[in-house]
């Protein structure tokens, strides 16, 4: 048996708290952060691991990478009409939440070489069944992945209340040294298959994945339950090596010179449109520091939409910025406003 367990703190709250996501949300994304690091961690070259859901649920999107050494980022984009709904109803399982669509594990080896991605479909299953299911497709190998994210209520040095994320994993993979003992009972061959299989399930394998599944969510996000006495409990009898544990962290793969690689690539024309467009915004910010920042104001039984007001003065010229043309925002609402997330750099 080989595998890999991982268990995650200040560097999830530090993910989930950049972006506020709700609860159902922030669980959701934690598993798929601790399943990129269960499998990104043990690539042996330098290069990049993804892990990827699209589907039609209220988390239309989740998104997380796992870059060799050890640097980790995440993402998730939600409709928060569907989400509310969804609470309001209780429908805030995993697989509720993400609906159907697809499950895509991408792996970069950097640009000499192309990237390799296998795709499994959401099918109104959990992600640890999914996971396995990817496994027994794309690499043969038997595996069982578990996963669980919790909420931690508790108070800080200074007795004050605190609230933190604990997220932990496993998986655990079937490799004998005998080939054959590899083989795994057939899939049912639809009408007609009397259900016969020439090919029964490895003793060794079936205790394995039997003590696997003994696996309370409460032990893989416990503080006080390190991966070290986990593994103690599930494999005392037979015996387990453990290694030098690695850690990752919350870092954006962005850099300097990456940004001066993506402006090369335009022309000196959109460079100068940006700029100009920078200007506008500016001029815009200068604006609004002008007026007033109030949200409303109470007068005579009547509330007073100060947006308009706003709105109607940029449209007028500004005594400090004799010559410039009136500026009035055309943009769009705030997609944010909308429960959409956006990301923070890179």
């Not at 709250?13 to 609860?23: G, K, N, T, V, W």
Request: charged content about 30%.
């Amino acid at each position: 048996m080989r595998g890999r367990a991982v268990q995650l703190g200040p560097m999830l709250d530090a993910i989930l708290e950049r972006h506020h996501y709700p609860a159902p949300v922030a669980r959701l994304l934690a598993e798929v952060v601790v399943l990129t690091v269960l499998l990104g961690t043990s690539l042996k070259f330098d290069g990049k691991f993804t892990v990827q859901t699209k589907g039609d649920g209220p988390v239309d999107l989740l998104v997380a990478d796992f870059s060799t050494p050890e640097n980790v980022r995440a993402y998730a984009r939600f409709d928060q009409a569907l989400l509310n709904k969804a609470i309001e109803s209780g429908e805030t399982e995993p697989e509720q939440l993400l609906g159907k669509g697809i499950l895509a594990f991408t792996i970069d080896r950097g640009k000499f070489s192309q990237p390799y991605r296998g795709i499994v479909p959401l099918d109104g299953t959990t992600l640890e069944d999914i996971a396995g299911v990817y496994f027994r497709q794309s690499e043969q190998i038997p595996t069982r992945v578990r996963l669980a994210a919790a909420e931690l209520f508790d108070r800080d040095d200074a007795g004050k209340p605190r609230h933190r994320w604990r997220a932990g994993g496993l998986v655990a993979q079937f490799l004998p040294e005998a080939p054959e003992r590899m083989r795994q009972p057939d899939l049912h061959g639809g009408d007609g298959d009397t259900g016969s299989r020439p090919h029964g399930e490895d003793d060794a394998r079936l205790e394995a994945r039997s003590l696997v599944e003994t696996i309370d969510a409460d032990e893989l996000t416990d503080p006080l339950v390190g991966t070290e006495r986990l593994l103690f409990r599930l494999f005392h009898e037979r015996g387990v090596r453990v290694y030098e544990p690695r850690a990752v962290f919350d870092r954006c793969s962005c850099s300097r010179d990456k940004i001066k690689g993506v402006l090369k690539g335009f022309s000196a024309e959109e460079i100068e449109a940006s700029q100009e467009k920078r200007r506008n915004r500016r001029h815009l910010r200068i604006l609004l520091d002008h007026l007033p920042l109030r949200a409303g104001r109470a007068s005579a039984g009547r509330i007073v939409d100060t947006t308009a007001v706003r709105l109607a003065r940029m449209a007028a010229p500004h005594p400090n910025l004799a010559g410039a043309e009136p500026l009035v925002s055309t943009r769009p609402a705030d997609p944010r406003k909308n429960g959409a997330k956006v990301p923070a750099g890179g």
